[in-house]
């Protein structure tokens, strides 16, 4: 069975940093793209960053890009994202995803597998 389990979110001032992380276990995940998303109440999930199987080619949202890095470790089945500059407006459950190609894609629906969140508050 997938299981992926995010940690790392806590509560920040802003312009802090946050590194989280997304094990992966119950098989390799390392033919597939993966993505983080972030959610809050009311609100539709939205995409965040998200990169390929192999590591090589990466994609983030307008509102992170510069200040977010997505990585991916396939020997350790885990994939990162290093929160950097963070803002109040970063403020959201942050959900890793695995999708079902080498590929990835910016719609939640495209992803196969979630974790649970982990919260990342940003105070002003």
């Known amino acids: 069975q997938v299981q992926l389990v995010e940690s790392g979110g806590g509560l920040v001032q802003a312009g802090g940093s946050l590194r989280l992380s997304c094990a992966a276990s119950g098989r390799t995940f390392s033919e597939n793209a993966m993505a983080w998303f972030r959610q809050v109440p009311g609100k539709e999930r939205e995409f965040v960053a998200a990169i390929t199987w192999n590591g090589r080619d990466t994609h983030y949202a307008d509102s992170v890009k510069g200040r977010f890095t997505i990585s991916k470790d396939n020997a350790e089945n885990t994939v990162y994202l290093q929160m950097n500059s963070l803002k109040p407006e970063d403020t959201a459950v942050y959900y890793c995803?695995?999708?079902?190609?080498?590929?990835?894609?910016?719609?939640?629906?495209?992803?196969?597998?979630w974790g649970q969140g982990t919260q990342v508050t940003v105070s002003s």
């Open positions: 995803a695995v999708r079902q190609d080498r590929f990835y894609s910016v719609r939640p629906q495209n992803y196969d597998d």
